[in-house]
């Protein structure tokens, strides 16, 4: 079974608004990471976020993690169409053969 | 950052027919390479971990006779699939470990396999 299950599965929203998506996860883990794919394509890795840290900032994209939780929130602000793709959280245990385990995703669409 | 470099992009075979994807680490080394495997609209499972060296450690489910890995150097890894038919359609990706944590896993852009 997958160690992150993502919500929503799908988020469609207008140019300019933000974008909210959710990642819990299982097991104990050592970071936790965000990838964006587009439609056929490969992933592209956007933030990493360590076990010990609560919130992380690169440009318009913002994650938290809370492990008492075990979850953690993606932010896109004022979204842009280009934003439209789909996102997933993976996380990573480094006692677990430095593997990634990757959650369901969510599709977001922009509307320009 | 580090380059994965993954080939060919795309693939439309026979059914029956064996189809080997390449994995690279252009400017690094990577003991370890993991592949995935992801049908429409849902999110990258794991197949199997690549060891240099040694042989694949396969997840649960996944035929190994079925997908074949080899990793012979410390920049390649392959997999194959063998004996191809439909229901083995589907986006393939790898990624490529790069300093021994979880926190330097580099991916390919992936190839699609379609077997007709």
């Known amino acids: 079974s997958q160690q992150g299950e993502e919500d929503p599965q799908a988020l469609s929203i207008q140019e300019g608004e933000n974008a909210t998506m959710n990642c819990s996860y299982k097991?104990?883990?050592?970071?936790l990471q965000w990838y964006r794919q587009n439609s056929g394509r490969g992933l592209v890795h956007l933030i990493l976020?360590?076990?010990?840290?609560r919130e992380k900032h690169s440009g318009r994209l913002r994650v938290t993690l809370d492990t008492s939780k075990k979850s953690s929130s993606l932010l896109i602000t004022a979204s842009r169409a280009a934003d439209t793709a789909s996102y997933f959280c993976?996380?990573?245990?480094?006692?677990?053969?430095?593997?990634?385990?990757f959650g369901g995703g969510t599709r977001l669409m922009v509307k320009p | 950052g580090a380059v994965v470099s993954q080939h060919p992009s795309w693939v439309i075979c026979k059914s029956g027919t064996s189809v080997k994807i390449e994995c690279r680490s252009l400017?690094?080394?990577?003991?370890?390479m993991f592949w995935y495997r992801q049908f429409p609209k849902q999110s990258l499972m794991l197949m199997a971990t690549?060891?240099?060296?040694?042989?694949?450690?396969?997840e649960q489910g996944v035929e190994k006779d079925k997908f074949l890995i080899n990793h012979a150097s410390l920049t390649l890894s392959t997999l194959t699939v063998t004996s191809a038919h439909p229901e083995d359609s589907s986006f393939y990706i790898c990624?490529?470990?790069?300093?021994?944590?979880?926190?330097?896993?580099?991916f390919g852009s992936g190839t699609q396999l379609s077997v007709l």
């Open positions: 990624s490529a470990e790069d300093g021994g944590t979880t926190e330097k896993l580099f």
């Open positions: 097991t104990s883990i050592n970071n």
């Open positions: 976020i360590r076990s010990n840290e």
């Open positions: 993976a996380t990573g245990n480094n006692n677990a053969g430095n593997m990634l385990t």
């Open positions: 400017d690094f080394q990577a003991t370890t």
């Open positions: 690549s060891n240099e060296g040694s042989k694949a450690t396969y």
